[in-house]
């Protein structure tokens, strides 16, 4: 069993930043890929971003491609998501999710581990 824990979401106002952590702790021995997904309301979850295992291979959905940025610090089992440039439409709860494999995946039925999630909410 793996458990994550987010934090950093708030309020922001359009244009601003927030960085997101999500502390892993359990079974993190085997290490995986991780990412981040979100969901607003009335809407379906939605992959945001992945990094593998190692932390070499990183990829983003269209939407968010070079205003976010994905990290892991695998020593102190943390996964960071730096969000810069914030739209209205960023606003959802965003979650953090462990890998069942050591590359990077979109899809959310890939992910075993979810954590609780954090809102985000961008004002305009």
């Known amino acids: 069993q793996v458990q994550l824990v987010e934090s950093g979401g708030g309020l922001v106002q359009a244009g601003g930043s927030l960085r997101l952590s999500c502390a892993a702790s359990?079974?993190?021995?085997?290490?995986?890929?991780m990412g981040w997904f979100r969901q607003a309301p009335g809407k379906e979850r939605e992959f945001v971003t992945s990094?593998?295992?190692?932390?070499?291979?990183?990829n983003y959905a269209d939407s968010v491609k070079g205003r976010f940025t994905i990290s892991r610090d695998n020593a102190k089992n943390m996964l960071y998501l730096r969000m810069n440039t914030l739209k209205p439409e960023d606003t959802a709860v965003y979650y953090c999710a462990s890998g069942r494999y050591d590359k990077t995946s979109v899809r959310a039925d890939e992910y075993d581990y979810w954590g609780q999630g954090t809102q985000v909410t961008v004002s305009s």
């Open positions: 359990g079974r993190t021995g085997s290490r995986t890929a």
């Open positions: 990094i593998s295992a190692g932390g070499t291979s990183t």
